[in-house]
């Protein structure tokens, strides 16, 4: 297998991996305390843009989180591929 298609599969499985993790965290919050919307609402920030809010303050931690797991192992076949 190539390095370019090592790197294509590395990132096929981070997508899998991605997906289902923040499918999985979205289904969580329905069971979350949502009391913090009350301070959402004072603040002027309506109930549907504060669940939003929320939903994309979680989808971004986990893509920030594999993004970097991800390119820190891209970087790794690369590295193997140029210095071995």
Do not use: P, W
Request: hydrophobic letters at 35%; one cysteine or more; a positive charge.
């Amino acid at each position: 297998m190539t390095t370019t298609e090592k790197i294509k599969s590395l990132a096929d499985k981070y997508a899998i991996r991605l997906k289902k993790v923040t499918e999985d965290r979205v289904l969580e919050m329905k069971d979350d305390d949502i009391s913090h919307y009350l301070i959402y609402r004072v603040l002027g920030v309506q109930e549907t843009e504060g669940k939003l809010i929320d939903v994309y303050q979680n989808k971004g931690r986990f893509l920030y989180k594999y993004a970097g797991s991800f390119l820190e192992e891209a970087t790794k076949l690369c590295f193997f591929r140029c210095f071995s």
